[in-house]
């Protein structure tokens, strides 16, 4: 009865990760509670998980990388592209190195979004359009990460899991061999071959405009000396050209979406808008209307700030932000962070309620206007990725080379053996903050909790899983291959399975479940389990088929402009690219 209700478990799990309807943290502490009332996990232990040392390490490498990230070291080492005219294809192999490098040590997402702002001002510069880099770039950071012990949670993961079992972990450069081999052969793909199915979408407007992404709606308002002031609903086509869609209109708080021939507008009449940033531009400066944020704050920033000291900065919501799931208007955006919403893009999907009352979603773009002094920090509370021109910065030198020494060391004591892995970052962690690399306040924020939360609460779903006999039924069926195929053939299934496990939930759970099933396998076949941890920690890396599958693609999506299906056009090739060599390099650096 137990193995049954934890595969029930597993199963839910599978379903509301793929779903995406719930965060992924709040869904494991649902799985763990199920666990503990059915008595399979005892209450005592239910949070031993959060004690469990790929915790530990995740969460103080979050915190290392943050401090390299604040130090300016990936904004100086791209300066070469900026200042120098270089053809598209070294910019592309100088970024996706760059960025997949800088993920063989820190957090891939943070590497990432340090290069987003970087790349699309180099794709602006040049001409190119930034969706040409986005992706690649995105695949880069994953690629990375499969390179060393601390480039991602699943190896982290797969590390302590072998401890466990054999009472050995994987060492710092283990992983280096099979991942360094494929990382290289992935980027040679991306730079020559790849970038070339990603769907191409020229820039549009001047160079302030900093990324090409799809339609906003916004909200503008028929102002007193507006040209749509009582006039037909029929005049706003002469303004919008047939380049802009009428979404609703709003009278009296009432909406309507669709209005009669006869609708006369009125002053303060409320018309929701979609389109291009630049037609939307044309559009409200030819009807003299004005946009809703800025008219309802006019007064106040008259008086308050001069127009100079306001500024417009697209932005990107990241996956672990406060304010996903709430929307502007019931979280008080205006009072509680200064900042007005004037537009917001979101792919593939129409906008129809009021921007104010949209609650925000991972990915989602968003225009927002604020006090140029405080624009950076506010927008980093709130858990998002500036993406506007605001002038790059560079770092400072000392805290380059303050930042690298921190880590270098944490990362020397931890090779030499010295220091287990966990307790070397933990103290790397502790001198970024005492040497004021990394501010106080932010210690907290560096941590992105909800992947914190997966973990402690998955693991003793992983546990149950190989205590109640699951794991092992699952080997069995896949050593049912055993007498019909080579050993290599049931070591694909485990890296393909993992595989596509990863591309529909989170990376780090899909490792958690496959890993107790590899060493059953492995026990299964009568051959050692280390070349099948290794074709999970290869699986879990390769999320290329989906935005869902990993920060890093979902990250992408909004500012690139993609669509859902765009992934597959250049993650499948490179999937089945993996496949055929990874498999081939585990065996020959790992044997059976």
């Known amino acids: 009865m137990e193995m049954q209700i934890v595969f029930g478990t597993l199963i839910l799990a599978i379903i509301l990760f793929a779903w995406g309807k719930f965060r992924y943290d709040l869904v494991s502490v649902v799985c763990l509670l199920i666990l503990v009332f059915a008595g399979i996990v005892p209450s005592e232990e239910a949070f031993l998980g959060f004690a469990h040392p790929a915790v530990i390490t995740v969460g103080m490498i979050l915190v290392v990388s943050h401090g390299l990230a604040r130090s300016g070291l990936i904004e100086s080492m791209a300066k070469i592209l900026i200042e120098k005219e270089l053809s598209f294809t070294f910019q592309l192999a100088f970024l996706c190195i760059l960025v997949c490098v800088a993920s063989a040590f820190m957090n891939n997402v943070g590497a990432l979004a340090m290069t987003m702002p970087l790349a699309v001002h180099i794709a602006n510069k040049h001409g190119h359009s930034a969706s040409s880099y986005l992706m690649p770039i995105a695949f880069a950071s994953l690629l990375g990460g499969m390179t060393t012990l601390i480039g991602t949670p699943p190896n982290i993961i797969i590390s302590t899991i072998r401890a466990e079992q054999v009472g050995e972990k994987f060492r710092m450069f283990d992983f280096a061999p099979v991942g360094v081999g494929l990382a290289l052969l992935g980027l040679i793909f991306i730079i020559l071959i790849g970038w070339r199915f990603v769907p191409k ?5 001047d160079d302030k405009s900093r990324f090409n992404i799809d339609d906003y709606i916004t909200e503008v308002i028929i102002t007193e000396d507006s040209k749509l002031k009582d006039q037909p609903h029929r005049a706003i086509y002469e303004f919008t050209k047939g380049n802009i869609q009428i979404l609703n209109i709003i009278r009296n708080n009432q909406l309507t979406y669709a209005p009669g021939r006869n609708f006369v507008f009125r002053e303060n009449d409320i018309i929701s808008i979609q389109g291009d940033p630049d037609d939307l531009k044309e559009f409200i400066s030819e009807s003299k209307t004005g946009l809703v944020a800025e008219e309802k704050d006019k007064e106040k920033k008259e008086e308050a700030k001069k127009d100079e000291d306001i500024m417009l900065v697209e932005a990107v919501v990241m996956e672990n932000s406060p304010i996903i799931g709430r929307s502007a208007s019931d979280m008080l955006m205006s009072f509680r962070y200064g900042v007005n919403l004037l537009a917001i893009s979101r792919q593939s999907q129409k906008i129809r309620k009021r921007i104010d009352h949209v609650k925000f979603l991972g990915g989602d773009v968003i225009l927002v206007q604020g006090e ?15 993406l506007a021109d605001r002038g790059l910065n560079f770092g400072e030198p000392k ?11 944490s990362l020397f004591l931890i090779i030499s053996g010295l220091l287990e892995v966990q307790v070397g970052f933990t103290l790397g962690a502790l001198l970024m903050v005492l040497f004021r690399v990394i501010p106080v306040r932010e210690i907290y924020t560096a941590v992105d909790w909800p992947v914190i939360i997966l973990l402690g609460a998955l693991l003793p779903l992983g546990t149950a899983l190989e205590q109640t006999g699951g794991a092992n039924l699952i080997a069995e069926k896949i050593l049912l291959l055993k007498d019909n195929f080579p050993a290599w053939v049931i070591l694909t299934v485990v890296l393909v399975v993992t595989m596509f496990l990863s591309d529909i939930i989170n990376n780090a759970a899909t490792v958690v479940l496959m890993a107790p099933i590899a060493f059953n396998v492995a026990a299964g076949m009568g051959v050692d389990a280390d070349p099948f941890l290794m ?15 990993h920060q890093s693609n979902a990250l992408v999506m909004g500012p690139g402009g993609y669509k859902f299906t765009d992934y597959l056009k250049m993650g499948a090739p490179l999937e089945l690219l993996i496949i055929l060599i990874g498999i081939p390099l585990i065996l020959f650096f790992w044997p059976l």
Request: with cysteine; aromatic share 4%; net charge neutral.
């Open 399 to 409: 805290k380059i080379i303050l930042a690298l020494g921190i880590f270098l060391s």
């Open 535 to 549: 074709a999970v920690a290869i699986g879990g890396s390769c999320a290329f088929l989906t935005p869902i599958g």
């Open 372 to 386: 140029s002094d405080k624009i950076d920090e506010t927008l980093e509370s709130m858990g998002c990725l500036p």
């Open 201 to 205: 979408r020229a820039p549009k407007g």
